[in-house]
C-alpha cells in the first residue's frame, strides 16, 4: 500500500448510533453518495447475522453501481472448535458475494478468555484458519483486530501474534482497532510504531471517540505508518462515535496533502454530508468540521468586522474547496457589522454605517428580545430588511382573514381523521376560501394555503416544506413560555428557513407559514408587479 | 503554576455557539453549576463591550457566591495611539470589579497589519502597557495571544515578542491560542514546547475544533508544558466550537491521573453538564465522551451479549467515576439479548431465553418495523415488556371514548385564542368529559387529560411533560409518511420517555400521552387496588 486506503464502515459500525435504523433502501442510497465523493471501500454490514445486512447484498449487484469503491462484508472469525467450512456464519460471508470481507478476531487475551471463552492458541488458529479459507475462496481480506490497544497494553506479545497470524494467513492489512475509544494520540502513535516494527505488517486503523480524540488518533496512527483509514459519515457510531471520516479526509487532503480524493471529489464533501443526514435521519452536528453547517459561520462582532477586511484571516481554509461557504448570523452580539454583511452576502448593495442597517439592526434586536432567532431563518430576516430598504413595498399581495385547525380522534383502535385546517382569506377584494387536509396541524395550514393561493401564483407551488422544528422558550414563569418555530422549506433548488415566535405553537408556525410565502411573492412584488396583473395570471 | 488551571469561557467564547443567546439570569446559573464543578476560572464576558456582560459583572457580586472559581472579565489591548488611562474600553474592565482580566492580543503579523492597522512595534507596546496598567490596578491578568499558531508559522519572532512582552510586563499566564482551529496536535506540540524554551513564559492553550482536533490539540499543549487550559462546557463556540471542558476534565483525570478535580468534583461532571444544557437550551452531543447521554449506551447485539458477562469488556471507563451510567439500547439489532439486558435493568427478574423475553423482542421488532422507536422510550418499552410478562394485567384503569382539538387565528395583529382541547373517558361507568386549554395540540391535549384524571389518580399531578419531539419517517411514497412523536417526562425526581407513531403528528402525540399515564398509574395496578377503590379515593 503506497497511498492511504479510505473506508467507511457507516452502514456497519455507524448503524450502532442511537437513533440511526437503516432500511435497505436507505443503505443503498448512503452507499452511492459515499462511492460518488470517492472511498474506496464501503462495509455494508454482517450478512447472515443480520437480515436487513443479507438483504443488502443480496439487492446490491442488481442496485448498486459503484464507480470508486469496493463493497465490503463484514463478519467474525470462525467460532471456536468448528472448522471453518463447516461455519454457517463463515458460510454466509462468502454467500453475500462481496469482493471484500473484513473479520473481526480477538487480540485482547481477556477478551479471549472471558468473552469468547476459548484459548489462547485456539483463537490464534481462528483468525488463521478463517482468512485463509476467504482468500482461498478469491476474496480480499482485512482483519480488525478488536480492542487492539486495550490488549496491547495488557499483553503486547499475543497482540503481536495475532497481527502476525492474520498477516501470514493472507490479511491484506491488520485494522488495529481501539473499540473501547479510550486511548490517546500518543500511545496509539507508539503502539502503531512498535507494531509495525514488530511484524512488518500492513496495518490499519479503527478509533472510536470516547476521549474526544477519535480523529487525532487515527492521524497519530497515520503518522506512525498505518495506511488504512477507517471512519463513518459524521462520526455515528455506538456510544461516542467513530472516528468523523469527513473530518479525517479533510484533515489528511487538506493539512497533510495525502492525495486521499481529487479536488473535484473533494468540493463534494459538504453535500455528501447533508445528503446523508437527510437519508438517515440522524441529524449531523452543526459544528462538525468541514461539512457542518456552522463550521464556517461567524457571529462575533469582532469577527464581523475583521471579516469585511479579509475573510481569509478568520477561516483556517476556503470553505469551497469542501464545498461549503462562509455565512454570517445575525444577532445582537454581532450588532450592525453583521447585519450588514449579512445583506451584502444576500446580494443588497447596503452602505456602511447606512440608516437602513441600523433601523433593521434595532428591528432584530427587539425581535430577539422577544423570542425570534434569525440564524436559521434567512427569509424571514430578508423581509425584514427589505421592509427598512424600501417601506410598504414588501406587502403580501394578500390579506389574511382568519384560519382555524381541528383534529378529532376516538379509541385507540380506530383510525382518525386527517386534521382539517381553513383559511380565510383577501386579494383585493376577492374573498378566498380554502381547505387543506394534512398529517398535523402545520401540515393542513400548509396544504390550505396552498389550495387558496397557487392558482394566482403558480410560483407557490414549487414550495415545499421540508423541515419543522418548535423550541419551547422558558419566560420568567411558566405561564408565559413562547414557542419558537423554524420551518425549513424547499423553493426548486433553493433551501431557507423561517422563523414564526407565540405563545401557541400552531400560530407560531402560521407566521413561519406566511413568511415563506411572502418570500416566494416578494420577487414578483419587487419587479413592480400590478396586484391586479397577477390576479389575472 | 505546579498543577494544571481549568479555565472555562463558555459564557464568552461559548455563546458565540450558533443558537445560544443567554441572558443575564441564565449567564448567573451557568457560572454557579461550574463553580460547584471545581472550575478554576470562569471568563463571564466583556463588559463594556456587550450590555449583557456589563449587566453580568453588575449584579455578580451579590448573586454569585463562588466557592471554587474566580471570576474573569474578558477584554482587549488598548487601541492602538492611544494612552491606556484614557482607553474607555479597558477602563470597563477595572469598572467591572472582577478579580482576574483576560486581555486578547494579536501575536499574527498579518493581523496587526490588516486587522488592526497598526504597527508591529505599537502592538507590543499595546500589550505591555494595558497588562502592566491592569496588573498595577491589583488584578490578576492573562494574555489570550490570538492567531498564535498561525502567526507562529509565519512569523515566530514576532509571536515570541509578544509572548515576552506580555509576561514581562506581568501577565501571569501566556495563553497560546488557536483561533481558527485549524491546527494538528504535533504542531501545537512542538510550538508550545518551542515558545517555552524561548520565552520561559507561564503558558496557556486555547484549542477551537476545526480540524476536530481541539482536544487532541490541547492534551498535545499540557503534554509540552502548557499548564492553563481554556474550555468550554460541551464545546459550544463559534463555527465548530471550542475545545470541550468536560472531555478535557476526563481525560486529564481518568487517563493522565492530573488532580483537576476531587474525585466527588468528578462524579458531578454529567450532572453538570446536564443542567448546563438545560439553562443554554442548546442540546449537547449525546455522543459527548464522559458526559454524553449515548456515551456509555450499547446497542450492539455482539456488545450485549459480553456485557452481560463483564461491563468493563466494553466501556473505557467506570462510568460512576463521572456520575453517568450505562443504558443498553432496545432494538431489532440487538435482539433478545437487548431486551434481557434492559429488562434486567429496569428490575425485571426475566429468565435467559425465557418465552416473555422472546415475545417481547417480537414484538418490539414488529413495532419498529411501523416506525416504533424505543431507545428514548423506556416507559413505553417497560409497559410492552409487563404486557407480555402478565397479559391483561396492566390495563389501564379508563377507556377513551373521543378527543378533539381546535386552534383558530384571525389577522396578524390579533391575538389568538388559546388551544382547546376535549377529552371524553370512562372509568367503569363513570363517563368524564374535560377540556384543556394550552399553547398547542400536545399541551392542551394533555391539560384535559390532567383535569379528567387527577381528581381520580392524585398521583398524575406530579406527572409534567417537559421535551416533545417529532420526527417525520418517510416511507416509500410522501402520502405514506408517518410521525414519531417522542415525550419526555418529570414525574417527581425521575425522567422518561414515551412513544407514539401515526401518520398524524397529534394522533401520534395522543398515544405518547396516554402511555405516560398509564405508565405512572401502573404501580397502582401492579399492586392489585381495584378500579372501585381509585375512584372513591
Known amino acids: ?9 457507516t452502514l456497519r459500525d455507524g448503524s450502532q448510533q442511537e437513533g440511526m435504523g437503516l432500511t435497505v433502501d436507505e443503505k443503498l442510497a448512503v452507499a452511492r453518495h459515499l462511492d460518488a465523493l470517492g472511498v474506496g471501500f464501503i462495509e455494508g454490514g454482517w450478512p447472515g447475522a443480520v437480515p436487513r445486512d443479507t438483504e443488502f447484498f443480496r439487492r446490491a449487484p442488481d442496485e448498486l453501481v459503484l464507480q470508486n469503491a469496493r463493497l465490503v462484508a463484514f463478519g467474525a472469525t470462525r467460532r471456536p472448535d468448528v472448522a471453518v467450512v463447516a461455519d454457517p456464519q463463515v458460510r454466509a460471508l462468502l454467500l453475500s458475494g462481496a469482493p471484500v470481507i473484513t473479520l473481526v478476531g480477538k487480540s485482547h487475551v481477556g477478551h479471549v478468555q472471558r468473552a469468547l471463552r476459548t484459548t489462547l492458541a485456539e483463537n490464534l488458529a481462528m483468525i488463521a484458519s478463517t482468512v485463509r479459507h476467504l482468500v482461498h475462496a478469491g476474496r480480499r481480506v482485512f482483519l480488525d483486530a478488536e480492542h487492539y490497544f486495550d490488549g496491547y497494553r495488557l499483553n503486547p506479545e499475543y497482540a503481536l501474534e495475532v497481527v502476525g497470524a492474520a498477516a501470514e494467513a493472507g490479511a491484506e492489512a491488520v485494522v488495529l482497532c481501539d473499540t473501547n475509544g479510550g486511548s490517546l494520540p500518543d500511545e496509539v502513535a507508539a503502539t502503531v510504531a512498535d507494531t509495525l516494527a514488530a511484524t512488518g505488517a500492513d496495518l490499519g486503523i479503527h478509533c472510536h471517540d470516547d476521549t474526544g480524540c477519535a480523529v487525532a488518533n487515527t492521524m497519530a496512527a497515520v503518522g506512525a505508518g498505518a495506511r488504512h ?9 455506538e456510544r461516542c462515535g467513530n472516528a468523523d471520516l469527513f473530518t479525517l479526509i479533510g484533515n489528511l487532503a487538506l493539512k497533510q496533502g495525502h492525495p486521499v480524493l481529487t479536488p473535484g471529489q473533494l468540493a463534494r464533501l459538504a453535500d455528501t454530508g447533508r445528503a446523508i443526514t437527510e437519508i438517515t435521519g440522524v441529524p449531523a452536528r452543526p459544528a462538525a468540521p468541514y461539512v457542518g453547517g456552522s463550521a464556517f459561520t461567524h457571529k462575533a462582532g469582532l469577527h464581523a468586522s475583521a471579516l469585511r477586511v479579509d475573510p481569509g484571516l478568520y477561516q483556517h481554509i476556503d470553505p469551497d474547496r469542501v464545498g461549503n461557504a462562509m455565512r454570517t448570523l445575525v444577532s445582537d452580539m454581532g450588532g450592525r457589522s453583521s447585519v450588514e454583511l449579512k445583506a451584502r452576502e444576500l446580494g443588497y448593495d447596503v452602505a456602511a454605517g447606512s ?7 434595532a428591528r432584530v434586536k427587539e425581535l430577539e428580545g422577544e423570542g425570534y432567532s434569525f440564524e436559521s431563518a434567512d427569509a424571514s430576516f430578508e423581509l425584514l430588511l427589505r421592509e427598512e430598504l424600501a417601506p410598504g413595498l414588501c406587502r403580501p399581495p394578500f390579506d389574511v382573514e382568519s384560519w382555524q385547525v381541528s383534529v378529532a380522534g376516538g379509541r385507540a383502535a380506530t383510525r382518525t381523521q386527517d386534521t382539517e385546517a381553513t383559511v380565510r382569506l383577501r386579494i383585493d377584494d376577492v374573498a378566498l376560501r380554502a381547505t387543506g387536509h394534512g398529517n398535523g396541524p402545520v401540515n393542513a395550514l400548509d396544504r390550505a394555503l396552498h389550495e387558496a393561493l397557487d392558482p394566482f401564483f403558480p410560483q407557490l407551488a414549487r414550495l415545499e416544506l421540508v423541515d419543522y422544528r418548535v423550541r419551547v422558550l422558558t419566560g420568567e414563569t411558566g405561564s408565559d413560555a413562547r414557542a419558537r418555530v423554524l420551518i425549513g422549506f424547499r423553493d426548486g433548488e433553493r433551501r431557507w428557513g423561517t422563523v414564526g415566535v407565540d405563545r401557541n405553537t400552531v400560530t407560531a408556525s402560521w407566521r413561519a407559514l406566511l413568511d415563506a410565502v411572502h418570500y416566494v411573492l416578494l420577487d414578483d412584488v419587487r419587479a413592480g408587479a400590478p396586484r391586479a396583473a397577477a390576479l389575472a395570471d
Do not use: F, W
Open 1 to 9: 500500500m503506497s497511498t492511504l486506503q479510505l473506508y467507511d464502515t
Open 229 to 237: 483509514v477507517q471512519g463513518t459519515a459524521h462520526g455515528y457510531g
Open 355 to 361: 440608516g437602513e442597517v441600523a433601523r433593521a439592526a
